[in-house]
């Protein structure tokens, strides 16, 4: 049976997790090195205006996640009890993913590295439990 808003909310959650996932893992392994050389002026003020370019892409895929996530959560009720246990799992890294993506692009750490690298190993986490928990039940 064609479900247009199963398929709309699934969709909906990969591309957040993408957008949000990726652009850890491109500041991370691409934009922190590339501003290494500049001066702290100069890192200073490309960083903001990159964390203002993606701020609204953060905000975006976070109210993304949240919404495709509760949708699937009330539409697949049921599973066992490690079914929950890793699903509960994965919930706390993605709060984890939220808030460093929250602070990346309001603040202006200066441990933006660490915080990039943190966010995106909990990211890439998250889609092997994700993948997972599809395959299993």
Do not use: C, Q
Not at 16 to 23: E, N, Q, W
């Amino acid at each position: 049976m064609f479900e247009p808003i199963g398929i709309l909310m699934r969709w909906l959650h990969l591309a957040s997790v993408a957008t949000l996932i990726g652009g850890m893992i491109y500041g991370w392994l691409v934009m922190v090195p590339a501003t290494a050389g500049l001066t702290k002026e100069s890192r200073d003020a490309f960083t903001r205006t990159a964390a203002n370019l993606f701020r609204p892409l953060v905000f975006g895929a976070i109210g993304g996640l949240l919404v495709s996530g509760a949708y699937n959560l009330a539409t697949n009720p049921g599973h066992h009890a490690r079914y929950y246990i890793l699903l509960s799992i994965k919930l706390m890294l993605a709060l984890h993913v939220f808030a460093v993506g929250i602070v990346v692009v309001t603040k202006n750490p200066a441990h933006r590295g660490r915080l990039l690298a943190g966010g995106a190993i909990s990211g890439l986490l998250i889609i092997l439990i994700s993948a997972y928990l599809r395959r299993t039940f």
